[in-house]
């Protein structure tokens, strides 16, 4: 990791009761109870799903419900130098949503309107729905919204959106920025701008929806969001592969995505197969080393040419059981057992959760190399990853009350990461940089990269109100 110096681009802070006085103010301007200065609410809405132990304690919880009460918090954090930390569902995993001494956190929660045009295949959302509701509001339009992040029916689109999220079938129908059309944003001056629309091509001007897309609320809040949909995906087989080594699974992904991109591609190490049986009982091989799931959706011969060719690559790279199976709800319990995995490791301790990533060709180094890190350290990291596209998600387990292990688990995290990017690969796949990894940025990036997120980040945000301690 590289330390790095950046400029500040905050003001001087008002006092502490500078700002609480000032608190009435703002609530006076909103809706009652919708600011909430409540310290056991505000507990509740500390940490997100990192749970980072340095998390502050916000001034003042903030749950707008309309883009102009949104203008409204901006203009008034604006003018007493308060920052902001926005909040989707706080299921952030690498501390986007930890709040921030002295700031308001403002929640996008009860932002939930939600228009589904069929003529066009779009959806306008709020953030605060949930990827879920957006994916089911759809489908009662005959129309299907892919990204699909293992959280799905827990996280939010806004979040969805702040950090470009993937998903179990992005291998084939890509990740969150392929589907974002249109944003509506407010700036740090309080303006609400419209970027994009409904309309599928547009060049016009810079691309500026796709700077927006994965900034992680650094740059603007965003408060609307035109989504492309697409026709509902066709019904898919699914193929499951149980392996002796992690690199006999890697070497048999490289053979598929060498000649094919499947609908899916799962992996599995032998602790989360194990962590997953212990919670689903469904009878999954616990002496497997690797466990890999696979999908085709592709139609009629294609879609057997498909599944035949997974077959083979799974049996020629030391698969010691394949199975194949065209019923849908049979192939869907094995997708929920790969969803499970994270929940289900989280049973056996205190989780450090890693999102690198590698060009495929180096997709078995890396895990060679995780399973050495976690040899030297003497940490347990189970592995998981959407090895179809190289996004791996290495989970640390350790006692975080036992300081030597914590300071392992601490060094293995980091090394992970080092790894990554000795690989040409990069520390965030799609859960973002947030507060945990951006130490590890400048090492991925540059410096001239840094210097010019640097340089964005004050033009549109001055103050440096938005998100701080996010990305820089």
């Known amino acids: 990791m590289t330390e ?37 609410i505000l507990a509740g809405y ?23 009460q949104v203008q409204t918090v ?32 403002l929640s996008t929660e009860k932002m939930r309107a939600l228009t589904i045009d069929s003529a066009t295949r779009t959806a306008v959302v709020q953030p605060g729905l949930f990827n879920a509701e ?10 299907w919204y892919p990204p699909d992040p293992s959280s799905f029916q827990i996280c939010s689109i806004g979040g969805n959106v702040a950090t470009n999220a993937g998903g179990l079938c992005c291998v084939k129908y890509g990740v969150t920025t392929d589907y974002v059309l249109g944003l509506q944003v407010v700036m740090a001056d309080g303006r609400a701008l419209r970027l994009g629309g409904k309309q599928l091509k547009d060049s016009a001007g810079l691309p500026l929806v796709k700077m927006f897309v994965g900034s992680e609320g650094t740059l603007g809040i965003i408060t609307e969001i035109t989504l492309r949909l697409l026709p509902p995906q066709a019904p898919a087989c699914t ?60 139609a009629g011969p294609a879609g057997a040419a498909e599944i035949a060719l997974i077959e083979a690559a799974f049996t020629e790279h030391g698969a010691t059981e394949v199975y194949a ?51 030297t350290n003497d940490v347990v ?64 990036v540059g410096a001239d990269v840094m210097e010019l997120t640097a340089t964005i980040k004050r033009a549109l945000d001055p103050q440096g109100l938005f998100n701080p301690g996010v990305i820089l």
Do not use: Y
Request: overall charge negative; aromatic content about 2%; hydrophobic content about 45%.
């Open 381 to 444: 990291v189970s592995v998981i990853a959407h090895a179809g596209d190289g996004n791996t998600h290495p989970l640390l387990v350790f006692d975080p009350t036992d300081p030597t292990e914590h300071d392992r688990a601490q060094l293995a995290f980091g090394q992970i990461m080092d790894l990554a990017i000795a690989l040409g690969g990069t520390i965030t796949g799609e859960h973002g940089v947030g507060r945990l990894k951006k130490g590890w940025l400048p090492d991925q």
């Open 134 to 143: 957006v994916k089911a509001a759809a489908a009662e339009q005959g129309l």
């Open 74 to 105: 901006v203009r008034w954090c604006a003018a007493h130098g308060v920052p902001i930390v926005p909040r989707g569902a706080g299921t952030s995993l690498s501390g986007g949503s930890t709040a921030v001494d002295g700031a308001i956190t």
């Open 46 to 68: 500390r940490q997100d799903r990192a749970q980072d132990p340095d998390a502050g304690t916000s001034l003042a919880l903030v749950r707008p419900t309309t883009t102009e």
């Open 325 to 375: 199976t065209s019923d849908p709800e049979e192939g869907e319990q094995f997708v929920v057992a790969r969803r499970m995995a994270i929940p289900s490791v989280e049973k056996k301790g205190s989780l450090l959760l890693e999102d690198v990533g590698v060009p495929l060709p180096q997709l078995p180094a890396l895990i060679d190399g995780i399973a050495e890190i976690s040899r």
């Open 239 to 298: 193929v499951v592969g149980s392996f002796a080594s992690v690199h006999q699974a890697s070497e048999a992904v490289l053979a598929i995505t060498a000649q094919i991109r499947p609908a899916m591609l799962e992996f599995m190490d032998s602790v989360a197969i194990n962590a997953v049986e212990d919670q689903l009982r469904m009878g999954l091989d616990r002496s497997a080393g690797a466990l890999l799931v696979a999908q085709s959706d592709a």
């Open 4 to 40: 790095t110096v950046t400029a500040d681009l905050r003001p001087a802070a008002p006092t502490a009761p500078e700002r609480r006085a000032a608190v009435a103010e703002l609530a006076a301007s909103l809706p009652e109870g919708m600011v909430v200065t409540d310290p056991d």
